[in-house]
């Protein structure tokens, strides 16, 4: 089979596409003839390489994806052959005691396709059954695969750390990420009014179409007087920031009493400057996430399902187009997901 992988980290040219067998599967696993394949900034990561964190290479990458059954296990009796559904990219053994709490993503040994075993980038990949997730009717594959990372990311910042009530403000950074585009989605969803960020009037039309109230360019103006202004100085109660550096000190100030700022990513660099009289003196809260449990993933699945979130993908490309699709999300110069046609 064809499949995009990494063998040592660099730029670009570090992607290439290289037969590989087409994976055996285990009883509990299917085979998944692979239709489109969802790219995070996560692929970057693994490409490049991040300092302090050891990624196994050589690695196929891609952490999301949908297909169609190929072949299914002996012990598999939740999907057949010729089934089309997606992945949920994350797993952990399933008798974690984590696991069994529904929360297998805070697992010690808890991975994601493309990182921590090979991902989703190839004609075939070998998936546990209990990662399958039924496609409905109508749902594109390349739509499948431009959401769950993202959409799960996005919804566990807000709904289970940050605790999203209806009547809040939220302000999203970024809002042509992946993860910006459902926690606009997510925070409309629950009752929020929601402000975003962008230094592209065409995203922020587009955010606005997402729900977004109030969008920021934030080259032609200052994003913190914006939102300090709107909310007669009282501030947002949620920010949702996965810029990191360039941002974060602003996004602690932007913050009512009380407030919380969750972060899930740091494109702009992992250095945090913060005044800590600025964190007690009005109760703020600093909030890591990664991804979600997996009841959760079949609940904001059920909501992609059901129309109340939809996927937005910016490109489709062939996967011997790889390196383009990596240049475009390193320069942010997309609106949503980009995802691969390992078929093309």
Same mark, same amino acid.
């Given at each position: 089979?064809?499949?995009?992988?990494?063998?040592?980290?660099?730029?670009?040219?570090?992607?290439?596409?290289?037969?590989?067998?087409?994976?055996?599967?285990?009883?509990?696993?299917?085979?998944?003839?692979?239709?489109?394949? =969802?790219?995070?900034?996560?692929?970057?990561?693994?490409?490049? =390489?991040?300092? =302090?964190?050891?990624? +196994?290479?050589?690695?196929?990458?891609?952490?999301?994806?949908?297909?169609?059954?190929?072949?299914?296990?002996?012990?598999?009796?939740?999907?057949?052959?010729?089934?089309?559904?997606?992945?949920? !990219?994350?797993?952990?053994?399933?008798?974690?005691?984590?696991? /069994?709490?529904?929360?297998?993503?805070?697992?010690?040994?808890? @991975?994601?396709?493309?990182?921590?075993?090979?991902?989703?980038?190839?004609?075939?990949?070998?998936?546990?059954?209990?990662?399958? %997730? !039924?496609?409905?009717?109508?749902?594109?594959?390349?739509?499948?695969? *431009? $959401? +769950?990372?993202? *959409?799960?990311?996005?919804?566990?910042?807000?709904?289970?750390? *940050? #605790?999203?009530?209806?009547?809040?403000?939220?302000?999203?950074?970024?809002?042509?990420?992946?993860?910006? &585009?459902?926690?606009?989605?997510?925070?409309?969803?629950?009752?929020?009014?929601?402000?975003?960020?962008?230094?592209?009037?065409?995203?922020?039309?587009?955010?606005?179409?997402?729900? #977004?109230?109030?969008?920021?360019?934030?080259?032609?103006?200052? $994003?913190?007087?914006?939102?300090?202004? &709107?909310?007669?100085?009282?501030?947002?109660?949620?920010?949702?920031?996965?810029?990191?550096?360039?941002?974060? =000190?602003?996004?602690?100030? #932007?913050?009512?009493?009380? @407030? #919380?700022?969750?972060?899930?990513?740091?494109?702009?660099? !992992?250095?945090?400057?913060?005044?800590?009289? /600025?964190? $007690?003196?009005?109760?703020?809260?600093?909030?890591?996430?990664?991804?979600?449990?997996?009841?959760?993933?079949?609940?904001?699945?059920?909501? %992609?399902?059901?129309?109340? %979130?939809?996927?937005?993908?910016?490109?489709? %490309?062939?996967?011997?187009?790889?390196?383009?699709?990596?240049?475009?999300?390193? *320069?942010?110069?997309?609106?949503?997901?980009?995802?691969?046609? +390992?078929?093309?």
């Amino acid at each position: 089979m064809k499949c995009l992988m990494v063998r040592a980290h660099g730029g670009l040219d570090a992607l290439e596409i290289l037969d590989r067998p087409v994976p055996e599967i285990r009883p509990d696993e299917v085979l998944l003839r692979v239709k489109a394949a =969802g790219l995070n900034h996560l692929d970057v990561w693994v490409r490049k =390489g991040v300092e =302090g964190h050891k990624f +196994p290479l050589p690695m196929i990458l891609g952490c999301d994806g949908a297909g169609v059954v190929e072949q299914v296990g002996s012990l598999v009796t939740q999907a057949k052959v010729g089934d089309s559904v997606a992945i949920s !990219p994350g797993f952990a053994a399933p008798e974690a005691s984590e696991s /069994l709490d529904g929360r297998h993503h805070l697992a010690h040994e808890y @991975g994601i396709f493309g990182e921590t075993r090979d991902g989703t980038c190839s004609e075939f990949v070998a998936v546990p059954a209990r990662n399958l %997730l !039924p496609m409905p009717k109508g749902l594109s594959f390349e739509d499948a695969a *431009a $959401f +769950p990372l993202a *959409a799960l990311t996005a919804h566990h910042m807000l709904v289970h750390r *940050a #605790a999203i009530r209806p009547g809040m403000d939220v302000l999203v950074h970024a809002a042509g990420s992946g993860v910006s &585009i459902y926690a606009i989605q997510i925070a409309k969803l629950y009752g929020a009014r929601v402000f975003t960020t962008a230094s592209d009037p065409a995203k922020l039309e587009k955010a606005r179409s997402l729900g #977004a109230d109030v969008v920021i360019d934030y080259q032609r103006e200052d $994003f913190l007087k914006r939102v300090r202004e &709107i909310t007669e100085k009282r501030g947002v109660d949620i920010v949702i920031d996965h810029v990191g550096q360039a941002t974060f =000190g602003a996004s602690l100030r #932007a913050l009512k009493k009380g @407030g #919380a700022v969750v972060t899930c990513g740091a494109t702009s660099g !992992p250095k945090l400057e913060a005044d800590l009289r /600025l964190i $007690f003196f009005k109760s703020l809260s600093i909030l890591g996430s990664t991804m979600g449990g997996m009841g959760e993933m079949r609940e904001v699945w059920n909501l %992609l399902s059901r129309g109340l %979130l939809r996927s937005v993908v910016d490109r489709v %490309l062939p996967m011997s187009r790889a390196r383009e699709a990596h240049a475009a999300l390193e *320069a942010r110069a997309t609106f949503g997901k980009v995802v691969l046609n +390992p078929e093309s």
